[in-house]
């Protein structure tokens, strides 16, 4: 079994964001950029398949910058086989990257498609459903559970109010929730062995897919500032401000 996880380059989760003064996004110069959490647990998943001697191959794939070539070499120190860089200096929307993703399963035949539930810094979510759709695959969507025996794929999603436990053939795209796995943290070894694994290097072009933006971002701000709490001095004194100035009373 081949396995294809599209990680993406976003800003690290540890960061705190600011947004650009002119409103036009967030200030991403010298901030520091990493693989999207949900990828990691995607990298983690396709290792553990491979592991369990489930699957042959990992094909790690990016569409972004020049620079999300340090994030496919994470998904390499992981331990993912090889990595494709789709290169584009174009911000990538989900239907954009859904496109390029069908091209690169055409190129390469995976039986799995393994992403992020969601890229946190977009938070669109719409990505893995697109490229279902685009492919014509079952889907299965925030997964918390995946088994894989010969052709079928069992798999435990986390729903409200309890656990769903489906089944689909593949070959299948699966997005992954928090709690499918805790990633490895790569070890210097497998760092320094990363930078031999091969890398191919693609434009959107060459695979004949258009990645031109349909949306325009008018404008993003920041969540409004929270006023400041008060220390009240007896309940008779909080009950009174809770009628009188909150009116929640
Ligand atoms: P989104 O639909 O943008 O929230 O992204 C969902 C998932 O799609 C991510 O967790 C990634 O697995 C994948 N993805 C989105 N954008 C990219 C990209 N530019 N390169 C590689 N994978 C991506």
Sequence with gaps: M???VPVK???DYNV????KADETGVELANVKMSMNPFDEIAVEEAIRLKEAGKAEEIIAVSIGPGEAEQTLRTALAMGADRAILVKTQQETEPLAVAKVLRAIVKREN???V???KQAIDDDCGQTGQMLAALLGWPQATFISKLEIDGEQATITREIDGGLQTI???LPLVATTDLRLNEPRYASLPNIMKARRKPLETLTAEELDVDVTPRLEVLKVQEPPAR????RVESVDELIDRLKNEAGVL
Aim: net charge positive.
């Design 2 to 4: 081949k396995i294809l």
């Design 9 to 11: 380059r976003v800003a």
């Design 16 to 19: 705190r964001i600011h947004v």
């Design 110 to 112: 995976p039986d799995l």
């Design 114 to 116: 393994i992403l992020g």
């Design 167 to 169: 089944s689909a053939p």
């Design 227 to 230: 006023a400041g709490g008060v």
